[in-house]
């Protein structure tokens, strides 16, 4: 069984393009980043509106789109992306430990389309669920403090 972190892409520099993981600038991606790099895990990924499942030295390019302005049709198209880019790189949705270090509006629409697939998600691990947006990213900070960050 893998674990498998998945952080939200959020906010991107003004630089054009390169590294997701020196792309994603947000408070909230950068320390959620930080603290996946520092607890045990196999896989990293971000979580990108525009580019669906990103890995953290994939180069991307900087984009303006946000997840919560896009319709209904639109994330479960992106779920539905996601999933088979996951499936392609061996990553078992049903049975893996798949952590999600993103605000509820990401894994949500992933957690749907296996539950209309008649599928489980025992194994998605959401520790932000029912924190606001400044709880999370205190949760997450005192997270990193236990990593000695």
Known sequence: MKKVIFVSACKTK????GPAREMYTGQFAEKAY????HIEHDNI??????????????EVRKINKKFTDMPVDEKREWAEKTINQL???GID??????LFLTPK?????????QHRAGKSTQNFKTPLVGLRQGEQIGW???????TGE
């Open 93 to 98: 949705l049903e049975n893996d430990e798949l």
């Open 105 to 113: 509006n990401y894994w949500c629409w992933i957690a749907e389309k």
């Open 34 to 37: 930080k603290y996946a790099v």
């Open 87 to 89: 499936k392609t790189k």
């Open 140 to 146: 997450i900070t005192e997270r990193l403090r236990e």
């Open 14 to 17: 003004n630089k054009e393009k």
């Open 45 to 58: 990924f971000f979580l990108s509106t525009e580019f669906c499942l990103v890995e953290p030295e994939q």
